[in-house]
């Protein structure tokens, strides 16, 4: 079993390392073109999408090796915060409602109405396991076809409800023999659907381990050539408060307008892209250090109250 466990790490490493490749040369080579658009706005304009497109899929790939690290290393923690089901379910659909026109399918979703709008968990967790299913989804399923998210509550005892979430596609369907594999790390159908689709091959199991953190389960029906239902079960608390999460919050450069940042980076791009957002978004005062002995002396040198806020990398030299 080590043996071929370290078999399959050892075949994904070299998988995932031509799969982070690849982008990451798509998006050097339209910054590239990019510069010889310059005076062109249409080609410039595409060049960039482009090039978010690619960043946006490397960055995925990066963060399902991440969350895979984290989680065999058990430092992966599940939150326990108060969230808006409903909001929770029309940002997905936000998101999913542009993808599905993009890639010609049809999508809905059923039941973001609930009795117990407002519940106790992480929903951010929760978010990443739905968005891991709709992608895979709308991934799957060809031109033409139907990707549904559906949502439905049934009580479960004093307080609490449990949810079921599920995530139905018309697409390709998986054989049986698959199915009993799909949540095991470093796995994909076949080389084939590595080599049209793309991936990490990590994302199930990701949600499977998610799910299984926050003490529900997942599972999943279906047939070659007949589509695939995913279905996530989770037993939640109701939040008692009956509080609007909706409140209007002040516009964002009028709230930090003037605050004082120590912003403190050791790579100089990602120095000078993070003060201008900031600078550009909050209006915040910004402060720099390259690492941290000069952060530490910066902030002790200056008078009590000088920074309203430290940013520094969790791996500052």
């Known amino acids: 079993v080590a043996r071929a466990a370290s078999d399959a790490k050892g075949e994904f490493t070299a998988y995932i390392s031509h799969e982070i490749r690849s982008p990451l040369n798509a998006l050097l080579g339209y910054l590239t073109l990019a510069r010889s658009y310059i005076g062109d706005a249409q080609q410039l304009s595409d060049c960039f999408v482009k090039s978010e497109y690619a960043a946006n899929h490397l960055l995925q790939l990066i963060n399902d090796v991440l969350d895979m690290g984290a989680i065999e290393s058990g430092k992966l923690q599940i939150a326990a915060n108060r969230f808006d089901l409903e909001t929770l379910l029309e940002t997905l659909a936000a998101i999913y409602n542009a993808q599905a026109r993009n890639r010609g399918l049809h999508y809905s979703v059923e039941g973001a109405e609930q009795p117990e709008r407002y519940l106790i968990g992480d929903d ?3 978010k990443q396991v739905l968005a891991n299913l709709l992608s895979n989804a709308m991934k799957f399923t060809p031109r033409g076809g139907t990707v549904t998210l559906r949502a439905r509550q049934e009580a479960a005892g004093e307080g609490r409800v449990r949810m079921l979430f599920s995530v139905a596609d018309t697409g390709a369907g998986m054989t049986e023999s698959f199915q009993k594999q799909l949540f095991q790390p470093f796995t994909q159908q076949d080389a084939n659907v590595a080599a049209r689709y793309g991936g990490s091959g990590l994302g199930l199991n990701i949600a499977k381990h998610l799910t299984d953190l926050m003490g529900g389960t997942i599972t999943v029906v279906s047939a070659p050539g007949e589509g695939s239902t995913f279905t996530v079960a989770l037993t939640l608390p109701v939040d008692a408060t009956k509080r609007e999460l909706t409140e209007r919050q002040p516009d964002a450069r009028a709230y930090f307008q003037g605050m004082r940042l120590l912003l403190v980076e050791d790579n100089d791009m990602n ?3 993070a003060s201008e957002l900031l600078k550009q978004a909050g209006g915040f005062l910004i402060e720099t250090a390259a690492n941290g002995r000069e952060a530490v002396d910066r902030f002790t ?17």
Do not use: C, N, Q, S
């Open 124 to 126: 951010l967790r929760l």
């Open 301 to 317: 040198a200056a008078p009590a109250g000088t920074f309203d806020a430290i940013l520094m990398d969790v791996r500052m030299p």
């Open 271 to 273: 120095m000078e892209i």
